[in-house]
């Protein structure tokens, strides 16, 4: 019974750590995704907190083993869930969205928070029939004020790099 309460205790503690401090190390690809922080902190609590459960109820009669198979089975089954139906499309959409910013280049905003000079303001712009809003900086370093249309002219870490649009574009 103390090895379910410290597999629980170390899986509570973990899940504790990621969300304070996120997700340092992320094992990419298929074949290794099982040894995410999350899912490996989800096998622990969840193995724990049911060997917790299940052992007055069937060490007696089952044994020890038996309960621990049973515990570490459904954290596996609960852990490699959560990785299918959560984690996985999680991703998967990151990784669209961050692709989805390089396809804004050429497209037209309009500056909806003021970018002061040589500082970061905000856009929004419209992409295949969805708003999309995001931090921006000009490239000459002038302030652009509220209302002003700016072409995107790229994208770096996130921050949409955008340039006034000419006066004779305005008429």
Partial sequence: ???????????IGFILISVVVGELIE????????????LIALLLTV???LGLLLTPRLEDTYGA????????LSGLFIAGLVNHLVIRPLHKAQNTSAFYKQTAIGAVATVISPIPPGGYGKIRYSVSGSVVTGPAKIDDGEEVK???RVDIIGVE??????????????L
Avoid: C, H, W
């Avoid at 870490?157 to 305005?170: E, F, H, M, N």
């Fill in 27 to 38: 094992v990419e690809g298929s074949v290794f995704s099982f040894l995410r922080p999350t």
């Fill in 65 to 72: 083993g038996f309960v621990l198979t049973i515990s570490a």
């Fill in 146 to 148: 509220n209302g002003q």
């Fill in 1 to 11: 019974m103390n090895m379910y309460v410290v597999f629980f205790g170390v899986g």
């Fill in 157 to 170: 870490k996130s921050i949409y790099l955008v340039r006034r649009q000419s006066q004779t574009a305005d």
């Fill in 47 to 49: 193995t724990g907190g």
